[in-house]
């Protein structure tokens, strides 16, 4: 009898707690990470020609630093760490890590290219508790800017599908010499006839640049979106994505720093992948006032930056201060002419905790079933 069914719809509604339980703790605590990206490795086994986060000689970061940084994290409150590189899967230790993640009611994500998954390495992520797993899938068939391909990867996309209990998500990307755009739609729907969640990414050049989209790869962008499940990946393109796919800025707040904590194979704090050296402090030495200071801070880089884990909490930020207006900016609708309708279920959130009269009360019901006092 196959267990992994039942034990994957078991871990994913326990998973769908902890993840209300961390978002009504980012509402309520506004200095406090959201989440971090901690690398444990900078090397990577591959070596594609628009990436300028890996080496090919690293070795991996001791793992009683990660274990250390983990902690660390844990104690300026944050609820996302996510396993990034370099291709995190090179640590020999990634499992102990996971477990250490979990053990502090953390959420725990990998970042992988998904090269050195095999059947008994996806029960080993099983077993070490893994929440999240996202794999970038560039085209369909490798060239000379990308060997993440379809081709390469369908049949561990497969294995995820039989055997992972945890979330996957295959990210298809746009942009920066991808030879095919429309190898992203091929991917999209690959991936959700395997049962996978899709995300869409406007990926920048190697100096980390934004290259606006032609016609037919905004058609394209628009069309991976579509097949999407998460309201929040609709809401993040509306928000962000048009504007950067004809490479137009963006109005916001980047709250990178704070929200949101990039911490490199040296453990120090950066802003991101993409402005490493800014603030560049150790983690140990990280505190409330660098949190209080960094979410404050105008970040130049921010009207055309397309680094997607930081624009997804900023937007946290955006509906805790302007919820209605908010709202409306994610769910506008495509045709100006058409009247902008809020999905069901946003439209139910919305009138229990902005618009009621008894929006104080639902507010309290949920900080304490969510333990988010």
Known sequence: MNLVPLRRRARRMERRFREARMLARAFRHQYQPVAAHLIP????????????????HSSPVPTRDVLRRVDLL??????????????????????????????????ATVITNGYLLTRDRIRRLNRAGLDHLQISIDNVLPDEVSKKSLKVLDHRLVWLAESAEFDVTINAVVGAGVREPSDAL???RRAKALGFSTTAGIIHDQRGRLLPLDDR????????????KSLFDFANYN???????????NHWHCRAGARYLYVCEDGLVHWCSQQRGH??????????????????????????????????????DELRQNPEATL????????????SRLPRPIGILKWAFVTSSRRDFFRNVALRAFRAR
């Open 186 to 188: 091929v991917i999209a």
């Open 74 to 107: 844990a104690g300026l409150g944050t609820g996302i760490v996510t396993m990034s590189g370099g291709e995190p899967l090179l640590h020999p230790d990634l499992d102990q890590i996971l477990r250490h993640v979990r053990a502090h009611s953390m959420i």
């Open 328 to 339: 409306r900016e994610w769910f506008s609708a495509a045709d100006e002419s058409e009247q």
């Open 41 to 56: 490795v900078r090397r990577c086994n591959l070596s594609c020609a628009y990436c300028n986060e890996y080496d090919d």
């Open 279 to 316: 603030p560049g402090i150790a983690l140990e030495r990280y505190s409330q006032e660098d949190l209080r200071r960094e979410y404050h801070v105008e970040k130049k880089c921010a009207p055309l930056c397309t680094v997607g884990c930081v624009h997804r909490v900023a937007q946290l």
């Open 239 to 249: 928000r962000f994505q048009k504007n950067l796919a004809i490479g137009e800025p």
């Open 217 to 228: 790869q905004r058609m394209i962008l628009e069309g991976v979106v579509g097949l999407g």
